[in-house]
């Protein structure tokens, strides 16, 4: 049954098996269908068509035909199945351009609602500014302190540890100061300028402008959840502390109507010819003689080896 040598794969993981094999079969019959549209009209895919389309998908992955036909036996798929499968695909391109194209009429007032639409999906952006204080640097061993300054391990210990612990609270007291003045309404280009410890003093903190996941995953979550204007609590990255502050929020700009019409016009087919083709296979199927040859002993026969072969 040409049913199960198509959906294999498809019927053993159904949960509906009749319905999945009406479907496999509703499939198959509008491929013969428009199969048979198209040789009526003398345009079916020729030798040199398939041969043509085949050398250039070698091509356009960097192989040879031969090396193509090599590539697609070593995945497990027969060399015949696999220009079966392109011929199809093939028939199904020309009968969209010869057959459901000329049954389309393009509707500029759709097009142009489908590029408002797209304008709202542009992704947000921030113009993001930040101020980075650095963590303490690690203190050197007490042994070798001790040894340097000529005092008991005991003491290098006891210095080391209020030495951290100063350096600790002096970055408190700097993060407690920004926030402070910040909070006052000191303006966070000049906390950045006067703070910062990472290269953005000269620029006002500036980190420049992010699209929503630009960002590393955390600074993007703290970065994009912020209200304009709004700071951020010090986020430790390991080497530091930073401070985030949102300038600006806004839409990244669409490219003019003009230069995406080609794409939105792709997708606008792309919606009709599903329509259409639907409506063709629906007419094309009320004036056709259809026999499925599949008797009952058969439908039994091939669901027992799918039910062996799944188990």
Known sequence: SEVYQVGDDYLKTSPELREA????????????LVEQELQNLAMDVTDAELDKAMRDVAESNNLSFEQLRGEVERS?????????????????????????QPRIAVEEAALQDSYRKFKLQQAEKIDLFGIFIKNPLPLRPADKVAAEMSISLEEATTLLEETSAQQKADQVQKLKEIQ???????????????????????????????????LREDINAV?????????????????????????????EEAPPFEEVRPQMLDAYYAERFEQE???????????????????EKEIESEKSELEENTA
């Open 277 to 295: 083709m639907e409506a063709w296979f629906t007419t094309s199927k009320q004036r056709s003689a259809i026999s499925v040859h599949l008797t």
């Open 21 to 32: 094999e009406l479907e496999v079969l509703d499939s198959l019959i509008m491929q013969k």
């Open 223 to 251: 970065a994009f959840g912020l209200e304009t204007g709004g700071i951020s609590q010090p986020l430790d990255n390991g080497a530091g502390q930073l401070i985030l502050f949102v300038d600006k929020k806004y839409k």
């Open 180 to 214: 402070e003045k910040f909070d006052a309404g000191t303006d966070f280009k000049t906390l950045a300028s006067l703070y910062d410890q990472a290269g953005l003093a000269s620029i006002g903190g500036s980190m420049g402008a992010f699209a929503d996941g630009q």
């Open 76 to 100: 497990g798929l027969e060399w015949n199945i696999y220009k079966d499968e392109m011929s199809t695909s093939l028939r199904q391109m020309k009968f969209n351009q010869l057959i459901l």
